[in-house]
């Protein structure tokens, strides 16, 4: 528990922009990518945007052009910028990775405690 620490979240109007950060603990490692998913309440889990460590990005469709997804898998760390906000996108935000801890055999998920994101009309 703890190994990913979101930042950054908060409210903003529509149009507005907020960037979100995460830091994945340094006992993590073999990070393969990092993303972000948000949940809306009501809603499932969904993908937001992820990145992988040779630097190929994937965006939900409804993110393109908007949001901004960067990391850097040797730092540990992971960013996404969000632009032109609107109230589609409020959800609580959660940082996501695969890696391993001391002792794993296999990588497996990691996920932040989440962040949220407010956008009012």
């Known amino acids: 528990q703890g190994e990913l620490v979101e930042s950054g979240g908060g409210s903003v109007q529509a149009g507005g922009s907020l960037r979100l950060s995460c830091a994945a603990s340094?006992?993590?490692?073999?990070?393969?990518?990092m993303g972000w998913y948000r949940q809306a309440p009501g809603n499932q889990r969904e993908l937001v945007a992820t990145v992988t460590s040779s630097g190929r990005t994937n965006y939900a469709d409804s993110v393109v052009g908007r949001f901004t997804v960067s990391a850097d898998t040797i730092k540990k760390t992971a960013s996404l910028q969000m632009n032109s906000l609107t109230p589609e996108d409020t959800a609580v935000y959660y940082c996501?990775?695969?890696?391993?801890?001391?002792?794993?055999?296999?990588?497996?998920?990691?996920w932040g405690q989440g962040t949220q994101v407010t956008v009012s009309s």
């Open positions: 340094r006992s993590i490692f073999s990070i393969s990518i």
């Open positions: 996501n990775t695969f890696g391993r801890l001391p002792g794993d055999i296999f990588p497996r998920q990691f």
